[in-house]
């Protein structure tokens, strides 16, 4: 099974963004991380889709765009023309998910679906099918640097087995709180992606952060396939 790395890059120095995105492109992290926020659906603002085309004008990696958005049905073609991979949106927030999903797919990119931690996995029956990951919030979205909310094991678990009982190849994406003390276990449970800010943006050597984080999920790989 394969596992991926995607650096969230809301904690880190946007005086210096381009620096930033040379990093990651130079690291073992397999895609980049964009964090959406509109100050309406949560609590937040951070960018759109001009810094994203800028962005995508120089990573070298998948841009994995998460809207945090209301309404994001007027935006998505805005984000995949910017240079989107990845484009991923609420449950919460889009009131025909189907009619988004199949439409972002149109474009040739790869849909995904996120829920807020108090969202049950079982709203997501019908959509699985229909997209390539579900991006579960294991903090409440809007801010880099919370606490794991512990219970969010039990939940991607259920994740994996409503995955496993639709026969779907959805991934299993994460996004909070998440470092070295809890990968292995969310790797267990059934990640197959893990978004990663703060710890990697607070460290020292981000690039050994990075790496650090990337044996725990080759070796998690090596032992299960043992």
């Known amino acids: 099974m394969t596992h991926y790395l995607s650096p969230s890059i809301l904690n880190?120095?946007?005086l210096d963004l381009r620096a930033t995105i040379e990093m990651i492109n130079q690291s073992e992290a397999e895609w980049i991380h964009l964090d959406i926020m509109d100050g309406h659906f949560v609590p937040n603002l951070t960018f759109g889709p001009p810094i994203v085309q800028m962005i995508s004008s120089v990573a070298r990696k998948p841009l994995d765009v998460h809207l945090m958005i209301s309404d994001p049905d007027k935006y998505v073609d805005n984000f995949i023309e910017a240079g989107a991979s990845i484009l991923t949106v609420h449950?919460?927030?889009c009131t025909h998910l189907h009619r988004t999903i199949t439409h972002i797919k149109s474009k040739g990119i790869k849909a995904g679906v996120a829920i807020n931690p108090h969202t049950p996995v079982s709203v997501l029956e019908e959509i699985l099918p229909y997209t390539d990951?579900?991006?579960n919030m294991t903090v409440n979205p809007g801010f880099g640097g919370q606490q794991f909310i512990e219970s969010s094991l039990t939940k991607i678990q259920k994740l994996k087995q409503l995955i496993e009982k639709t026969g779907s190849t959805t991934l299993i994406e994460v996004d909070g709180g998440i470092d070295t003390d809890n990968l292995a276990l969310l790797l267990k449970a059934g990640v197959n992606v893990a978004v990663i800010g703060s710890a990697i943006f607070q460290s020292a050597n981000p690039i050994a952060k990075i790496h650090e984080l990337k044996s725990i999920?080759?070796?998690?790989?090596a032992e299960a396939n043992s």
């Open 91 to 93: 449950y919460e927030a």
């Open 133 to 135: 990951l579900v991006l």
């Open 217 to 221: 999920m080759q070796n998690f790989s």
């Open 12 to 14: 880190s120095n946007f």
